[in-house]
Each structure stands twice: as C-alpha cells, then as structure tokens.
Nanobody, 123 residues
Framework: QLQFVESGGGLVRPGGSLRLSCVAS????????IGWFRQAPGKEREGVAS????????MYGDSVKGRFTISRDDAKATVYLQMNDVEPGDTAVYYC????????????????WGQGTQVTVSS
C-alpha cells in the first residue's frame, strides 16, 4: 500500500517544541513535492508547509510562518516538520502527503495520505 506513516506527535506545553516525521511506504520521495497538513475537530484540513522535490523551495501557512520548518531526507524516504513555539491553536491531527507539483493549498492534488499523528498543545 502506498502511503506515508506519520509519527512524533504527543502532548506539548505552549511554547514548547515537537518534531514530526513521516516515512514513505512503498514509493520513493524524489519525484514529489511533499506537504504537511493538519485537521482540527470540526475544521477543514489546512496546509501547514510544503517542500519542493528539489528541496530548494518551501512555503508555509500564515499561522505557522517563523515557527515551523519543513525538511526532507530522500535517502531515508522521510519528511520532517520541526514545530517550535507551539500554540494551543496548533492542536490537530497532522498528515503528510505527496504532490506532482509544488504548492500547498487546497490539498486536493495530494495523495498517499497516512493515518496522521495527533498533536495536542495544552498546559
């Protein structure tokens, strides 16, 4: 089955940090742009960050700019999301997915979705 497997979520206090990982299962990363998305209860899935297939370009959702960093290691088939200075509004299930071209929202053209990893920001 072609999908990502996300990990690294958990409970973190406001102002803390967390590093999420997603590993590609059944395919290689090289041809794809990779995006991180999140979905909070009762809300639509939103784009958090995207990285181009060449690793030279990144883009971020307005709410996470300056706090989150996306990176990828194609040799390990792994994409990371470093989350710093987290806020309660970052609480959501986080997913990664692959696209044939570099963009972020809407997530319609992304595929290989995993089950996600829960991030909860609370004191």
């Amino acid at each position: 089955q072609l999908q990502f497997v996300e990990s690294g979520g958990g409970l973190v206090r406001p102002g803390g940090s967390l590093r999420l990982s997603c590993v590609a299962s059944g395919f290689t990363l090289e041809p794809y742009a990779i995006g991180w998305f999140r979905q909070a209860p009762g809300k639509e899935r939103e784009g958090v960050a995207s990285i181009s297939s060449t690793r030279t370009m990144t883009m971020y959702g307005d709410s996470v700019k300056g706090r989150f960093t996306i990176s990828r290691d194609d040799a390990k088939a792994t994409v990371y999301l470093q989350m710093n200075d987290v806020e309660p509004g970052d609480t959501a299930v986080y997913y990664c997915a692959a696209a044939d071209y570099y963009y972020l929202d809407p997530p319609d053209d992304y595929r290989y979705w995993g089950q996600g990893t829960q991030v909860t920001v609370s004191s």
